[in-house]
């Protein structure tokens, strides 16, 4: 089965561009999270979805973030503009929702750098 | 108190050593939890779940402490290839997403 897929793998761009980060979650998963992780602050959930309703995004650190959920196969994260301290790695992750807490799967993460 | 809690090491350990990691949680009320492995410039990968007192799985144990709040993975028989760094897992509080912890770095040496 496939796993979550995420692209671009990688992305160099220059700082006040737009950057568009894409995930397509498990087949059957109800959950979608984005994360954020860096050297200093580790992983970070940034936003999280369920049956594609963004339920919270209290992790998005500012409007220049943001992220949409148009069907139960695909998301999106855009930064706009970009800024050299969103460089890190970018993760999508997605989970089923019935009963208990279930674990995460995660996409291999888009590696970003903002010069 | 953080959410939760770890070591962060490194533990360096020879070949065949056993070693275990401790990670403390303050949610009481958690009913899941996980341990990730991370190798290096990759994604978090799931290693293990624990549901109820403890969970084995080969060579990893992972053990389940509720009244002192802490869940402990052991691994016996250490290789090489479990170098990598272990996340600790809880439940968030008050919502259906996971804390993860900031990680145990092993070192296996040979």
């Known amino acids: 089965d496939a796993g979550v897929i995420q692209s671009p793998r990688h992305e160099v761009t220059e700082m006040g561009q737009e950057v568009t980060l894409r995930c397509k979650p498990i087949?059957?998963?109800?959950?979608l999270f984005w994360y954020r992780q860096t050297m200093m602050r580790g992983l970070e959930l940034l936003i999280y979805?369920?049956?594609?309703?963004?339920?919270?995004d209290s992790g998005m650190p500012e409007d220049r973030f943001s992220a949409k959920m148009p069907n139960a196969s695909f998301s999106t994260l855009k930064i706009q503009p970009s800024e050299p301290r969103d460089s890190a790695v970018y993760f999508c992750?997605?989970?089923?929702?019935?009963?208990?807490?279930?674990?995460?799967?995660f996409g291999d993460g888009t590696r970003l750098s903002i010069l | 108190r953080k959410e939760v809690e770890q070591d962060p090491g490194p533990f360096n350990v020879p070949e065949g050593a056993t070693v275990a990691f401790n990670c403390t949680y303050s949610n009481s009320a958690s009913q899941s939890f996980f341990w990730y492995r991370q190798d290096c410039r990759k994604e978090p990968k799931l290693l293990m779940s624990?549901?109820?007192s403890g969970n084995e799985d080969g060579r990893f144990t992972a053990q389940l402490n509720r009244a002192s709040q802490y869940i402990s993975l052991l691994i016996r028989d250490s290789k090489l290839s479990d170098s990598a760094t272990y996340l600790c897992v809880v439940p968030d509080t008050g919502r259906r997403a996971l804390t993860f912890g900031s990680g145990t770095r092993l070192q296996v040496q040979p």
């Open positions: 624990v549901y109820s």
């Open positions: 979805f369920n049956n594609n309703v963004p339920i919270d």
């Open positions: 992750a997605s989970s089923l929702g019935r009963g208990r807490v279930q674990p995460q799967h």
């Open positions: 087949s059957g998963h109800d959950y």
